[in-house]
């Protein structure tokens, strides 16, 4: 059996209201949604920056260490180098 065919009218139909239906909640400032004055944004700006503190320091770690590699790669280059003119020196 085919479905019958909706008759669009151009407008939606509203649902009827109901006094038992709940009232939408007056939007809160995130300065101001906390307990004990502590505010949704401030716990999400400490988590991030404690994110961000931990990632610096992380990365500053590594920085020192690939300046104590390069400083170790470079010292060892300059022996080579100082090796290599030492032996071709005095010209013959």
């Given at each position: 059996?085919?479905?019958?065919?909706?008759?669009?009218?151009g407008?939606?139909?509203?649902?009827?209201?109901?006094s038992?239906?709940?009232q939408?909640?007056?939007?809160?400032?995130w300065?101001?949604?906390g307990?004990?004055?502590?505010?949704?944004?401030?716990v999400l700006l400490?988590?991030?920056?404690?994110k961000?503190?931990?990632l610096?320091a992380?990365?500053?770690?590594?920085?020192?260490?690939?300046?104590?590699?390069l400083?170790s790669?470079?010292?060892?280059?300059?022996?080579?180098a100082?090796?290599?003119?030492?032996?071709?020196?005095?010209?013959?």
């Amino acid at each position: 059996m085919p479905r019958k065919r909706k008759i669009s009218t151009g407008t939606q139909p509203q649902p009827a209201t109901s006094s038992t239906q709940k009232q939408k909640k007056a939007p809160v400032s995130w300065e101001k949604d906390g307990e004990a004055g502590v505010s949704s944004i401030r716990v999400l700006l400490d988590c991030l920056v404690a994110k961000l503190n931990n990632l610096v320091a992380k990365l500053g770690q590594q920085v020192l260490n690939s300046m104590a590699k390069l400083n170790s790669s470079l010292t060892k280059l300059c022996r080579q180098a100082e090796q290599l003119a030492d032996q071709a020196w005095p010209p013959s």
